[in-house]
């Protein structure tokens, strides 16, 4: 008996110096990452907390605090309003319309016989494209005096139907809206098509054979089936709608006047270009709350939504 909990002894000792071997290697794999990630993301966000309660221009060494006037002045800014209402309306605007083409584009692919991967491609081709690159191209496609709709309208005879989208504060939202949706949509179509392939057939063919329309398939089969892939899609659109950068920096520069100008242009403008980078960073901070709420709002909805269906 005593021979017995030796041997219990002994191997729950191993077992614990294993356990403890187990960890340290993990530790020593785990830390160069950790170093790096609180040098370059931890240390810079909690300086960002300190430096948004001052009057920094981002050049000066000494550093004057002034307490929350910078979110006073934030509070009482017209021109911080309208980059909220900005962000707010192609944030929902981005949403809505990319999710929409996405998964008419990921339908359209996938009901595809023949060359489905080279007609995934060319919809997924823009997502690689450089925001900058990209910004260029639709910029010189929706200039008044040379773009490419200009041209056409000119060539049939409807030239009075010419729009200055990118000079008219009415329209240049709109340029915006188009130009991302037709980078981003073959992103998320991915996503759905990922969805749409792991639904069961039998589901369709027995719907078909009770005479179920394609409309009454979708509706009833399809859509709730993607509500995971809606999920995700509808965040990451959200997220990345509300950070957006290159497309308004390249093609209107936040105009004309503030049309086009959002939070995350304003940042940029305030911190880089008017040399207030302390203001700068309470602006950035009220984005990443912005963000973080949006998110976790949306999730908790969308989740719902999936146990509901």
Same mark, same amino acid.
């Given at each position: 008996?005593?021979?017995?909990? =030796?041997?219990?002894?002994?191997?729950?000792?191993?077992?614990?110096?294993?356990?403890?071997?187990?960890?340290?290697?993990? +530790?020593?794999?785990?830390l160069p990452s950790f170093i790096l990630y609180t040098l370059f993301v931890i240390y810079p966000t909690l300086n960002s907390v300190n430096l948004s309660f001052t009057s920094w221009d981002g050049i000066n060494p000494q550093i004057k605090y002034i307490?929350?006037?910078?979110?006073?002045?934030?509070?009482?800014?017209?021109?911080?309003?309208?980059?909220?209402?900005?962000?707010? +309306?192609?944030?929902?605007?981005?949403?809505?319309?990319?999710?929409?083409? #996405?998964?008419?584009?990921?339908?359209?692919?996938?009901?595809?016989?023949?060359?489905?991967?080279?007609?995934?491609?060319?919809?997924?081709?823009?997502?690689?494209?450089?925001?900058?690159?990209?910004?260029?191209?639709?910029?010189?496609?929706?200039?008044?005096?040379?773009?490419?709709?200009?041209?056409?309208?000119?060539?049939?005879?409807?030239?009075?139907?010419?729009?200055?989208?990118?000079?008219?504060?009415?329209?240049?939202?709109?340029?915006?809206?188009?130009?991302?949706?037709?980078?981003?949509?073959?992103y998320y179509m991915i996503i759905y098509l990922a969805g749409l392939q792991g639904i069961p057939p039998e589901l369709h063919e027995a719907a078909a054979i009770d005479g179920a329309s394609r409309w009454q398939q979708f509706r009833r089969i399809t859509?709730?089936?993607?509500?995971?892939?809606? =999920?995700?899609?509808?965040?990451?659109?959200?997220?990345? #709608?509300?950070?957006?950068?290159?497309?308004?920096? +390249?093609?209107?520069?936040? &105009?004309?006047?503030?049309? =086009?100008?959002?939070?995350?242009?304003?940042?940029?403008?305030? &911190?880089?270009?008017?040399?207030?980078? &302390?203001? &700068?960073?309470?602006?950035?901070?009220?984005?990443?709350?912005?963000?973080?709420?949006?998110?976790?709002?949306?999730?908790?909805?969308?989740?719902?939504?999936?146990?509901?269906?």
């Open positions: 008996m005593a021979h017995t909990e =030796t041997i219990s002894h002994v191997a729950e000792s191993s077992a614990k110096k294993k356990k403890k071997k187990w960890i340290s290697y993990s +530790v020593l794999f785990i307490g929350f006037d910078n979110f006073i002045e934030m509070w009482n800014s017209k021109r911080v309003h309208n980059a909220l209402r900005n962000t707010l +309306v192609l944030s929902i605007s981005l949403v809505v319309l990319e999710n929409i083409v #996405a998964i008419l584009l990921a339908m359209l692919v996938d009901q595809v016989r023949w060359f489905k991967n080279l007609f995934r491609s060319i919809f997924y081709f823009p997502v690689l494209l450089s925001g900058i690159v990209m910004g260029f191209v639709w910029a010189i496609i929706f200039n008044y005096n040379f773009g490419v709709i200009s041209q056409m309208l000119d060539k049939i005879g409807l030239g009075a139907l010419k729009i200055d989208w990118l000079g008219n504060p009415n329209y240049a939202m709109i340029a915006i809206i188009v130009t991302t949706v037709w980078k981003g949509a073959g859509f709730p089936l993607l509500a995971g892939s809606m =999920t995700v899609s509808m965040m990451l659109s959200m997220i990345n #709608a509300l950070k957006i950068f290159d497309q308004i920096a +390249v093609m209107t520069d936040g &105009g004309p006047g503030f049309a =086009t100008e959002t939070m995350t242009y304003i940042v940029y403008k305030v &911190g880089f270009g008017e040399l207030r980078q &302390g203001y &700068g960073t309470a602006l950035s901070l009220i984005l990443f709350l912005l963000i973080l709420i949006v998110s976790l709002i949306q999730v908790r909805l969308l989740r719902k939504r999936e146990v509901q269906m």
